[in-house]
């Protein structure tokens, strides 16, 4: 392939010399030059020529195994090899101005994102306060709208849970722990999590036992499900039901009989942001949990899908055979 790329790059160089070549060899033709003249001339040309042609392709393929290193250790440093020429190192003192500009932005941009992260982080943990205070004078002075008022503040903590989960999905610094766990009872983390919201809607679950363990992040995961199920009582009508349990090949499934997701919206519900027909219609989607549900789970060797008719219900399958992860000992 270097080669190739020389003989590209020296075309011109070589039609020249050929033409040159061609032209010494028709006036010695012309001046009727001894044959074995004609011939020794020819080969200590020819020679020179080759013997050039080669130190220039032993420079050209140093430069150009340099230029690859360079290329390699970018964006960190833009180490270019020695020019080799005033044309060269014009086009250098122009990479490194553009690179020395690029570095400066990039830092300017990361200072911004830790700078927004260390905000949210600090209001996240700042609002647990008055949402403590609030559950706790909801439960010493009990009233008629106890119940609603603590689902509403439920549905709060959901959001902030939500904040804290990006943030930190958003930092290099976020930790997987990854290792067999028992799935039925990180299901049930999250079923207990939500009683009193499935209580609330009048949603019925059937939860049927998996008998499953996976390989996975026990943390991470769990949060994975409990959107799952925000989204399946979010969107299921009083007397509908949610539905828990597993199919073969290690797929975990959550299936509702919901008010399901329009075909328009389907290929669009992973994108941040999107809140789609129901979203608009109830009002009550931020856009961001499919988003992150999802990102979760690829950062944890899984897949996500979704199935849906409007007003039939939706089934979501998430598969949980990993892909090559990093386990931790027992």
């Given at each position: 392939?270097?080669l190739?790329?020389?003989?590209?790059?020296?075309?011109?160089i070589?039609?020249?010399?050929?033409v040159?070549?061609?032209a010494?060899?028709?006036?010695?033709?012309?001046?009727?030059?001894?044959?074995?003249?004609?011939e020794?001339?020819l080969?200590v040309a020819?020679?020179v020529?080759?013997?050039?042609?080669?130190?220039?392709?032993?420079?050209?393929r140093?430069?150009?195994d340099?230029?690859?290193q360079?290329?390699?250790?970018l964006?960190y440093?833009?180490d270019?090899p020695?020019p080799?020429?005033?044309?060269?190192?014009?086009y250098?003192q122009?990479?490194?101005?553009?690179f020395?500009?690029?570095?400066?932005?990039?830092?300017a941009?990361?200072?911004a994102?830790?700078?927004?992260q260390d905000y949210?982080?600090?209001w996240?943990?700042?609002?647990?306060?008055?949402?403590?205070a609030?559950d706790?004078?909801?439960?010493t002075?009990p009233?008629?709208?106890?119940?609603?008022?603590?689902?509403?503040l439920?549905?709060?903590?959901?959001?902030?849970?939500?904040?804290?989960?990006?943030?930190r999905l958003?930092?290099?610094t976020?930790?997987?722990?990854i290792r067999?766990?028992?799935?039925d009872?990180?299901i049930?983390?999250?079923?207990?999590?939500?009683?009193?919201?499935?209580?609330?809607?009048?949603?019925?679950?059937?939860?049927?036992?998996?008998?499953?363990?996976v390989?996975t992040?026990?943390?991470?995961?769990g949060f994975a499900?409990?959107?799952?199920?925000?989204?399946a009582?979010k969107y299921?009508k009083?007397?509908g039901?949610?539905?828990?349990?597993?199919?073969p090949?290690q797929?975990?499934v959550v299936?509702?009989?919901?008010?399901g997701i329009?075909p328009?919206?389907?290929?669009?519900?992973?994108?941040k942001?999107?809140?789609g027909?129901?979203?608009?219609?109830?009002?009550k989607?931020t856009?961001l949990?499919?988003y992150?549900?999802r990102?979760?789970l690829?950062n944890?060797?899984?897949?996500?899908?979704?199935?849906?008719?409007?007003g039939?219900?939706t089934?979501?399958?998430?598969e949980?055979?990993?892909k090559?992860?990093?386990?931790?000992?027992e």
């Open positions: 392939m270097k190739l790329s020389y003989f590209r790059d020296r075309w011109k070589m039609f020249l010399l050929a040159c070549l061609g010494y060899t028709v006036v010695l033709c012309l001046y009727r030059t001894d044959g074995e003249a004609l020794y001339g080969l020819g020679l020529i080759l013997i050039g042609f080669l130190v220039d392709f032993l420079r050209y140093r430069r150009f340099n230029l690859k360079a290329k390699a250790q964006p440093e833009l270019l020695a080799a020429g005033r044309k060269e190192r014009e250098q122009l990479l490194q101005t553009l020395a500009q690029y570095r400066q932005l990039d830092n941009g990361q200072t994102r830790r700078e927004t949210y982080s600090l996240v943990h700042q609002i647990k306060v008055p949402i403590a609030m706790l004078l909801l439960q002075h009233g008629p709208d106890t119940p609603a008022l603590q689902g509403e439920f549905k709060v903590r959901r959001y902030v849970e939500m904040v804290l989960s990006y943030l958003e930092s290099s976020t930790d997987y722990l067999r766990y028992d799935l009872k990180i049930r983390q999250g079923v207990r999590k939500f009683a009193s919201l499935f209580i609330l809607s009048q949603v019925k679950l059937e939860f049927t036992p998996t008998n499953l363990s390989l992040d026990e943390k991470w995961l499900m409990e959107q799952l199920l925000s989204n009582v299921t009083p007397g039901t949610v539905k828990i349990y597993a199919k090949e797929v975990l299936e509702d009989t919901g008010i329009a328009e919206d389907l290929p669009r519900i992973w994108d942001g999107f809140t027909l129901n979203g608009r219609m109830e009002q989607s856009g949990g499919l992150l549900c990102r979760v690829s944890l060797g899984h897949s996500i899908q979704i199935f849906s008719q409007p039939k219900g089934r979501v399958e998430v949980l055979k990993p090559e992860l990093w386990v931790a000992e």
